[in-house]
């Protein structure tokens, strides 16, 4: 990998920490060698995520990573990658991204994963609250959600993924 995409991928990790997507592909080779260096969270439809190796804003086997986190290029670094867009603006829209899950949490939201973010879509604006301030601040959270989701399908999802994070419809 170039020096400018490695830079961008271990300062990213969205990919890692579930932001992107929720599991990971693996082979049975690689789910075994994960499952005894004690990476817990494998099962048949691959590695789930958040990954349990990816701590501290870093990951604990890089140098020992599964293939689908080797080879994976997101819509971000392949545009890097192609030269359409040099590194320190592919770094300010990690910045981007990362802020905007921030400040779902400053609204008192779990939005850092895609299946947080869909349950919260499923929900519905007022997010089934029947009082004027929890529907308010359901409606905050769910906008905060539907922003993450749309900055991360524009910036950082693939193509084929693009639809994996879908505008539901809110429950009746």
Known sequence: MPAAAEQLCLACGLCCNGAL??????????????????????????????????RGGACQVYADRPS???????????????????????????????????????????????????????????????EAAAKARAARIYVEAVAVGLFLERHLRNDKDAREEPAVQPSA
């Open 21 to 54: 997507y929720d599991h990971a592909k693996v082979t049975d080779e690689e789910r075994d060698r994960l499952a005894g260096a004690g990476i817990v969270g494998t099962d048949p439809a691959g590695l789930s995520l958040p990954c349990s190796a990816y």
């Open 68 to 130: 689908a986190c080797r080879t994976f290029r997101c819509r971000l670094l392949r545009a890097l990658d192609d030269g359409d867009v040099p590194l320190a603006t592919a770094l300010e829209t990690v910045a981007k991204a990362k802020q905007l899950l921030r400040r779902g949490a400053e609204a008192g939201a779990d939005l850092s994963t895609l299946a947080a973010r869909q349950r919260i879509r499923r929900a519905g604006p007022d997010g089934g609250q029947q």
